[in-house]
């Protein structure tokens, strides 16, 4: 099994609540994070949910892996002050001009 850090659309709010260094901003319809793992960034809040190799395959897909956003490997910080290395999709694309989260916690839009 593979432990995946989501903070998006791919968050199913079964997985273990936790947060991991990034800079999160709003892309509109979905959440991107850059930074991860700087000291410097802000946290980033969501859960750690485990999927098959087959699973992250698909989410690999589905994230545009790796040129929309990459996967790649840090820490999750978890509520009880424990932390472990998981997998996380980090945005690959200028976020210049998009608005940031600054509590990192992204709220999925309402459709219209």
Same mark, same amino acid.
């Given at each position: 099994?593979?432990?995946?850090?989501?903070?998006?659309?791919?968050?199913?709010?079964?997985?273990?609540?936790?947060?991991?260094?990034?800079?999160?901003?709003?892309?509109?319809?979905? $959440?991107?994070?850059?930074?991860?793992?700087?000291?410097? %960034? *802000?946290?980033?809040? !969501?859960?750690?949910?485990? /999927?098959?190799?087959?699973?992250?395959?698909?989410?690999?897909?589905?994230?545009?892996? $790796?040129?929309?956003?990459?996967?790649?490997?840090?820490? %999750? *910080?978890?509520?009880? !002050?424990?932390?472990?290395? /998981?997998?996380?999709?980090?945005?690959?694309?200028?976020?210049?001009?998009?608005?940031?989260?600054?509590?990192?916690?992204?709220?999925?839009?309402? %459709?219209?």
């Amino acid at each position: 099994m593979n432990k995946v850090f989501v903070y998006g659309i791919l968050k199913t709010g079964a997985g273990k609540a936790a947060s991991i260094q990034g800079d999160m901003y709003d892309a509109g319809f979905f $959440p991107a994070v850059v930074n991860i793992d700087n000291p410097y %960034a *802000y946290q980033t809040w !969501g859960e750690v949910i485990e /999927v098959s190799d087959k699973t992250l395959i698909n989410f690999d897909h589905i994230e545009g892996h $790796p040129t929309f956003y990459c996967r790649r490997r840090c820490e %999750a *910080y978890y509520l009880d !002050g424990t932390s472990e290395p /998981v997998w996380v999709y980090e945005y690959q694309r200028d976020v210049t001009n998009l608005p940031e989260i600054l509590d990192g916690n992204w709220k999925r839009k309402e %459709a219209l």
